[in-house]
């Protein structure tokens, strides 16, 4: 069986503090960052956004297939 490792350089970027005004992030902000992708800094309100960007084909052909029923 052949398991797929995930690779390191493809992982999305989590932040370790606000890019706006430099706080630290807790590790519960950090999870909630990389689960729903964005999150509001709670020392400059700063909403905090990951792009997510997939080359998943599969993903594509189900969303075109639900869109034609």
Sequence with gaps: MN???PDP???AA???SCPHCGR???PWEKVLLN???M???KGCWYR????VFTDDK???EKNKKDKNK
């Design 58 to 60: 599969s993903a594509d």
């Design 9 to 11: 350089t493809r992982r």
């Design 35 to 37: 689960v729903d992708r």
């Design 24 to 26: 630290v992030l807790s």
């Design 14 to 16: 989590v932040f370790d």
């Design 39 to 41: 999150l509001m800094c």
């Design 48 to 51: 905090i956004v990951l792009d």
């Design 3 to 5: 398991e797929e490792k």
